[in-house]
């Protein structure tokens, strides 16, 4: 069955906004787990406006799931995935100064560049995703630079869901068939909801991991994280 991980970014921002350490960041990862998630995720920026390289650190003893660490390898990121050896770490495209992560890796024109941080990453027994867009040359990309997964940027499904999903989905579904048929695992992320997970995991069943933050937390303020988890986790079983 797919797996939650779940991105506590915007925990960090709420906390990050008036200093101190409510919510705390460590105890909402742990209850995350209790309440049924099977990973956290963290992405961490230059500017460290929400987690804090120090806060990847201090969760490593803690995630007792799958420690998944998102970023852009610069060499600040590299070397601190390369200390904390998490579970995954997901290499993702995205400029210091960026909101949200908004596209994935040219894995043809950054092959050299991908092969090698990949190649450092499974030295040290990490496994590596790659974030791309749904376009079945970028996922072979990917294997060829060596990636254990590629991650699918889901903002364009998630935008078109309403209009037509079908039409939203098709390639995804072209980009995680290709995915498969070369061997590469599977992960999805970027505003995946409860209005439009149950169908994307329903069409591609075999994803190995979908990683959600804004939109759990999102519910939470309404539903309480406990209950938040849950129904993400019917939207995934439902599915299948």
């Known amino acids: 069955m797919t797996k939650l991980s779940v991105n506590i970014n915007k925990v960090a921002t709420i906390r990050n906004a008036r200093g101190g350490n409510n919510p ?5 990862a742990a209850d995350c787990e209790m309440f049924g998630a099977e990973g956290i995720t963290v992405h961490p920026r230059p500017d460290e406006r929400h987690i804090r390289y120090a806060d990847v650190r201090a969760l490593r003893p803690i995630v007792a799931t799958e420690l998944n660490i ?5 060499d600040s990121f ?14 993702v495209p995205d400029a210091a100064d960026q909101i949200t992560s908004n596209h994935g890796w040219d894995t043809v024109a950054n092959r050299t560049l991908l092969t090698d941080v990949v190649g450092r990453f499974r030295e040290a027994g990490i496994r590596t995703s790659i974030f791309v867009d749904p376009d079945p040359a970028m996922v072979r990309g990917a294997k060829e630079c060596g990636a ?13 869901y309403q209009a037509d ?8 579904v072209a980009a995680a068939e290709e995915a ?9 992320g970027h505003d995946l909801s409860l209005q439009n997970l149950s169908y994307f995991i329903r069409r591609i069943p075999w994803v190995d991991e ?28 439902s599915a299948l």
């Open 24 to 28: 705390d960041v460590e105890r909402v």
């Open 70 to 74: 998102e970023g852009n390898p610069i």
């Open 78 to 91: 590299t070397s601190l995935v390369l200390e904390v050896k998490p579970t995954q770490v997901t290499l």
């Open 148 to 160: 254990d997964r590629v991650e699918l940027y889901t903002e364009p499904y998630a935008s078109g």
């Open 165 to 172: 999903r079908e039409a939203a989905v098709a390639p995804f």
């Open 180 to 188: 498969r048929a070369i061997g590469l695992g599977l992960n999805a």
């Open 210 to 237: 979908v990683s959600i933050g804004h939109a759990i937390i999102c519910d939470a303020l309404y539903l309480g994280l406990r209950e938040t988890i849950a129904m993400y986790k019917m939207a995934i079983a």
